[in-house]
């Protein structure tokens, strides 16, 4: 995980970094106390109470960035029914910009859990399953009039068996721009689940979407190449 995380026992510095607490508060909390116990005691209470707060507010940007991807995937279904090219593309780079904040928030959350001893609780928890793929060879085939077995006595016969596969044609790249439209839905609906804090799935997760996107497009262009729309 591509994170601020320190090696080792956290330094000063590194808090102040993460953790909006002052140099007052993480030097008493180190123990720069001597026979203050009472003293040392009140601000490890203190600077416990600034990390668990600062650990609600890392959760609620996660679960904004989930929220955030729900509501992309429900737009993304909508453009790519409207075939609105620029839009889906506006809103895969808007995801990729979710994450990345993300990212740095969950490198933040596992500095404070560092810090609270919480690090074996996180640790239990899955990881998302691998995000699955498609490729242009699970789709629907498109029938084609120069196929192995076909056979034309002249041009019009050609003519003839083109007309006969139009339906054919149509409904295969309607199956086959659908497949990919609700494949692309469906991973960003996943990534969404997870509130991109797991950081490998979320860059599987949109990695795959912009493939999924990169073959929606592809799609478009041969079913315009065959029917002319």
């Not at 990212?103 to 996180?122: C, F, G, K, M, P």
């Not at 797991?198 to 929606?216: K, S």
Request: with cysteine.
């Amino acid at each position: 995980m591509d994170s601020r995380l320190p090696v080792g026992r956290p330094r000063i510095e590194d808090l102040l970094e993460a953790v909006p607490i002052t140099v007052a508060d993480l030097r008493g909390a180190v123990g720069l106390f001597e026979e203050d116990t009472a003293g040392m005691l009140r601000a490890s209470i203190k600077t416990a109470e600034r990390a668990f707060a600062e650990l609600n507010v890392c959760d609620s940007v996660i679960d904004e960035a989930g929220a955030r991807g729900e509501d992309a995937a429900g737009r993304l279904r909508q453009l790519l029914t409207r075939e609105a090219r620029q839009e889906v593309l506006a809103e895969l780079t808007a995801l990729d910009v979710i994450a990345r904040e993300v990212r740095q928030t969950v490198a933040t959350l596992h500095l404070l859990n560092r810090i609270l001893d919480r690090e074996s609780a996180v640790e239990d928890d899955a990881s998302p399953a691998d995000v699955s793929r498609l490729r242009e060879t699970d789709l629907r085939v498109v029938p084609s009039t120069y196929g192995d077995d076909a056979e034309y006595v002249d041009l019009l016969a050609m003519a003839n068996r083109g007309t006969e596969l139009a339906p054919q044609l149509e409904e295969a790249h309607r199956e086959r721009l659908s497949a990919v439209a609700e494949h692309l839905v469906a991973v960003v609906q996943r990534a969404a689940k997870t509130g991109f804090a797991d950081e490998r799935f979320a860059q599987e997760a949109l990695r795959e979407a912009r493939a999924a996107h990169a073959l929606w497009l592809r799609c478009l262009e041969q079913r315009q190449h065959d029917l002319g729309k």
